[in-house]
Every structure is written in C-alpha cells, then in structure tokens.
C-alpha cells in the first residue's frame, strides 16, 4: 500500500497507531463529558504567503492562467484573481460589465511590455527591481494599474537621483503622471539648486511656457534679480530666430522695476532683441519711471517691484534682553525663503539696549550697557570671515540709543550715557575709520526709534527723563541741520520704528513717565507721510509692546519679539502695507527685546559658526 504524502502547503501530520487509539479514546472520553467544551483555533504560518508562492510557481509555468494581457509584442499569461487582488485597475476593469471582463486576451494600449511584465510579477511576488533607465517607464505604467505602493517606490527613487542635470525633466514627469510629491519635491530642488540648472542642457531645452513657470515663481533662490534676467538671455540666444517673438513676455517675468537704472540701460534698453518689442519697451519705461519718481513709488506697486524671497537677504535679531535678564548673546537669522529661524553666531559677551546696523556688509554693534556699565565700545561681524573685530570707540558712552545708516556712514543718536540723557549725535566714517559729532538734536532722547526716509534721518519719540515722547525731528545730512516734524498722536519710548514704500512707521511703545512709572503699552501703529508731514493710524500689532525689533524685509515691515510687561516674546508678525494687514510669521526661538537688521548676502542659508 503506497505511503500517503502530504498535501503541499499544509503540515505534515503523521499518527502512530498506539497514539490513534489513545486520541481515540481521548475524544471519546471528552465527548461523554456534556460538561467539557473544547475550543480549538488552528493556524497555518504564512499560509497566505506559501499559497501565493504556488500561484507564482503557476503563473511561471503559465498553468490554470484564465486571460492573456498584450502590450506590444508581449504576451503574459495571468491570474484574474492575482490581478485583480494587486491592482485596482484589474480589479475594476475584470468585477465589472466592462468588455475585458469576459475577454480571454486583452490589449493594453500605448504599455511597455517589460514593465508590464514586472508588474505582473510584483503582484505575485510583491518585488519588483527599479533601475534607473527604466523607473520612469516602470513608474508610469504602475500608474495606470493603481500599484499605489510600486508608485510611491519609484517616486522615492527618483526623489534620490535628483541632480540640477536632470531635475526639470523629473518635475514634468511627475506633473505629467499626477504625482505630487515628486512633483512638489522636484520643484523645490529646482528652485533651491536654480543657478546650477540653467548652467545645464535641460533649460536650454525647455519651451517658453516651461521657462515662464521658472521664471514667475517667488521661490526660486538667486541672489539678485539680475541672474534672472541673464538665465532669460541665456535661454533666449540658443535659439534667438525662434524664441524673439516670446521675448517681451518672458520679460514681464524680470522684475525690472529692481534692477539699476544703469543696468537697464547697458543690458535692456538697447539690447537688439528687445530693441523693436513695444511690449518690452514699455517695461523699461515703467521700471525707469520707479527710479525717477520714488515720490510715486507707492502707486506704482505691482508684482514686478516685489522683491524674491531669496533676494530680501535675512533678517536677524541681535542680542536683546531675553528671560533672564542677563541679555541674549545669540544672533538668530530669519530666511524668507525656508520661513525659518537659525543660529547665526554670538556676541562677544553681553550687552543690553545697544545699536545694530550692517555697514559695507558688516554688522556693527555699538554701544548699549552691560550690568551698570555703559559702553563706547563698537564690535564689527565679518559676514565673509565669520570673523568679531574690535572698532575704535564712540566718543560719548551710549545706552537706549537709535542707530542707522544715510549715504554709508552709521549715525549714533542719543541715548543715555549713565549719568544724564543725551541730545548727542555722532557719526562713523567707514573710510576714514572714525566718530565724529554732528549737529545735537533739540530734544534729549533714549530708547528713540531711528529710521531713515528720502534721504535724511529721523529721530522718533522716545524718553527725555520725565516724561516719553511724541515730538519727531529729522536730520539734513547736507546741511547738518535738525528740523521739527508733526508729533505722534501717542507718546512712545522704546517705540519701534521703519520705513517701507515711502512712510515711516512707529511701532508699539510705552508712556512710562518719573511720576506714572507703570508704563502702558501699545499694540497701536502710526504711519508718517513727509509729504503732508502727517501721521496716519494704521492697523494695530496682534499684541501691546515696546522695544520692539523692525525692519524691512522685501516689502513687508516685519515686528520681532519686544515685551508686553509680563514676558519677552517670541511673537514675530508682518505687516503688508497694500492691504493694511498683520500676519504671524514664524517665532523666535526664544523670547527677546532687541534691535533687529536685514542682512543682503549671498546665495544660500547661513552658515552657523
């Protein structure tokens, strides 16, 4: 009698006849117990997985096949089941009333044949092999079939061997195929790689409408608008007889507005391409009219005189007091681009209510107090050399005082010396490395917001010793004169003040006086005028603070940190002038009040030293 063999993909059970006799009459014991109930779950490990891998031994042997997928010249046997459990699209196309449902052959049109058979396989196997000559094909042709997880697997391949080489032909794929985060990834990588990408043959291939796309975005990262307008030129002389006519409009996409008037005219104006284009012509009218007019400039806002993330430089908050009132030595840096926060560097010890300013790419900070003591003393940052410098001093030792830069020299503006409050002013010569005092103003003022606007410098508010202030004057360097302006509606110390499209702002504040010393605080914002020399309330921060930090970055007024007489905040917001609205942008990583600068460098994060 031939031995009995087990059935393939189940246990091999095997029973002596002495332990058949004894189950037996084990279960016929247990059978006479109505007392006794026996559960019992029995499992197979990996049964699923073991049935698969006979259904692939199958489909290699092409045995019990029920329909014939063609692409091309490929015929592959299958398994409507296997099929129809892998892909969406089988299971749709062979549980419906579709035709192929009953089709023993069917044609997939426009398919590569090895990637279909690949596919195939993986809904057999659940492997597949991605190569780099063949993801494209293969990633493509699993989206046909829904093969969400194959999809995912080739998108992360690809997301892999991006390179400036290659990057805009896998960002057109991937919007061609639906694919969004190869989409959104491929993108990003070309915006953040850019001036390595048009050094390469895939932009010079590219067609109109593709280099438009490149060229209107805000994100892409240069470090100035003219590499936009050279990587234009570029594109346009591979093939100057067909891409003229598309000129102008790739044009519109420079913003002209920010280049120089020289360059416009050495690299614009008379260019031969451009030279017979109205449409061009008109632009070169418009951006030499943002150049002669600055009185008009507020009216000829658009899209073109809106600066590129990458091109506002960074913002950095400096020192400041922070919570525990030693004084934050860290120098953190805002990028636009990122909407990000990263350390920069740290000052050299610690020193609260000084002056920061970036003078010939350097940033200088001057003066302020550390513990009782105030200073004269001036630290110089070498962006280039990440590199502290020790500058000749101030000749009156200074701390609440406002700093500012007019035609290249840094002006030093009151303040308070530790004894008195000052009316002082002294200016620093980058040429001749020296202070020098200038005409004083009329009026003594610490914690003073100073900006400049149309050329002269503006002393605003402030404390005098007894009381805050909402008087203003500004500074003629030609005529090294002070002249009175209108007053604030509102008093303000430690106001913050900036200057964007032609107005000055002042920020926050407090009306601590000697007599009230329980200061209020604002959240309230003014807007100066020096055309009608009249101050305009605007609309209000989110939170009431003073010494906060402002400044421009792009064509936004940005509010850093400052104090709200509880705590030193994070809170950082910016304010869009056009539609007179406050927005939250990413916060400080540590509370602080203090003087804040833009920095313009070069392309790329900053470097953490």
């Not at 026996?38 to 006979?54: G, I, P, Q, R, Y």
């Not at 891409?243 to 104006?269: G, M, N, Q």
């Not at 003078?359 to 105030?374: D, F, N, S, W, Y």
């Amino acid at each position: 009698m031939p031995t009995a063999r087990p059935i393939k993909g189940e246990p091999d059970v095997r029973f002596s006849q002495r332990e058949a006799s004894t189950s037996e009459h084990s279960i016929s014991s247990m059978a006479s117990n109505n007392s006794i109930c026996v559960d019992e779950n029995f499992k197979v490990s990996k049964h699923a997985e073991n049935s698969l891998k006979v259904m692939e031994t199958y489909f290699q042997q092409q045995q019990l096949t029920d329909v014939i997928l063609v692409a091309g010249t490929k015929r592959i046997p299958a398994h409507r089941l296997v099929l129809s459990a892998g892909s969406e699209y089988f299971a749709a196309m062979f549980t419906s009333s579709l035709r192929e449902s009953g089709q023993n052959e069917i044609e997939l049109m426009g398919v590569d044949g090895d990637a279909l058979w690949a596919l195939v396989q993986y809904c057999y196997t659940g492997c597949i092999e991605l190569r780099e000559d063949s993801v494209e094909t293969m990633l493509g042709t699993a989206c046909l079939l829904q093969l969400s997880a194959v999809v995912k697997a080739c998108c992360h391949f690809l997301i892999k061997q991006l390179h400036p080489s290659n990057c805009l032909g896998i960002r057109m794929f991937a919007d061609t195929q639906g694919c969004a985060l190869l989409l959104s990834v491929a993108h990003a990588y070309t915006m953040d790689h850019f001036m390595e990408v048009i050094r390469n043959q895939e932009f010079l291939s590219l067609s109109a409408n593709e280099v438009a796309k490149l060229l209107e975005s805000e994100d892409v990262n240069v470090p100035s608008e003219e590499t936009i307008f050279h990587a234009l030129m570029t594109w346009l002389q591979h093939d100057s007889e067909n891409r003229s006519k598309d000129a102008s409009k790739l044009l519109s996409y420079v913003k002209l507005p920010l280049l120089s008037p020289a360059f416009i005219a050495d690299h614009i104006e008379s260019n031969e391409i451009f030279k017979d284009q109205r449409a061009a012509q008109d632009l070169v009218m418009e951006a030499l009219k943002y150049h002669l007019l600055p009185e008009r400039r507020p009216l000829l806002q658009s899209g073109r005189t809106r600066p590129r993330k990458a091109t506002v430089g960074l913002l950095l908050a400096v020192g400041g007091m922070d919570a525990n009132n030693k004084g934050a030595t860290s120098i953190d840096a805002f990028s636009l681009r990122d909407s990000a926060w990263s350390h920069l560097v740290d000052i050299n010890g610690r020193r609260l209510q000084f002056g920061a300013a970036v003078v010939e790419k350097k940033l200088l900070v001057v003066g302020g107090r550390e513990g009782l003591k105030t200073l004269n003393t001036v630290e110089c940052f070498e962006f280039s050399s990440q590199i502290w410098n020790t500058l000749p001093p101030m000749n009156t030792h200074r701390h609440g005082l406002g700093v500012a830069v007019l035609e290249g020299p840094l002006y030093a503006v009151g303040g308070h010396d530790g004894w008195s409050f000052l009316n002082t002013v002294e200016r620093w010569d980058p040429a001749a490395r020296q202070w020098s005092y200038v005409a004083p103003m009329s009026t003594q003022r610490s914690t003073v917001g100073v900006a400049v606007l149309n050329n002269k410098l503006y002393a605003v508010g402030g404390r005098d010793g007894s009381s805050c202030l909402r008087t203003v004057e500004c500074y003629d360097p030609h005529t090294n004169k002070w002249t009175s302006c209108a007053p604030m509606s509102q008093k303000r110390g430690g106001v913050g003040v900036g200057v964007v499209n032609g107005y000055l702002y002042a920020l926050g504040g407090h009306d601590a006086s000697a007599s009230n010393p329980s200061a209020s605080r604002f959240d309230c914002v003014e807007r100066y005028d020096p055309k009608t020399d009249t101050w305009t309330m605007v609309a209000p921060m989110s939170a009431a603070r003073d010494a906060v930090g402002v400044c421009v970055l792009g064509d936004r007024l940005l509010a850093v940190g400052g104090y709200d007489g509880q705590q030193y905040l994070t809170l950082v917001e910016a304010y869009d002038p056009h539609l007179n609205k406050w927005q939250e942008v990413a916060p400080l990583k540590m509370g602080r009040a203090g003087p804040c600068v833009v920095v313009k460098n070069s392309i790329g994060k900053p470097q953490s030293v």
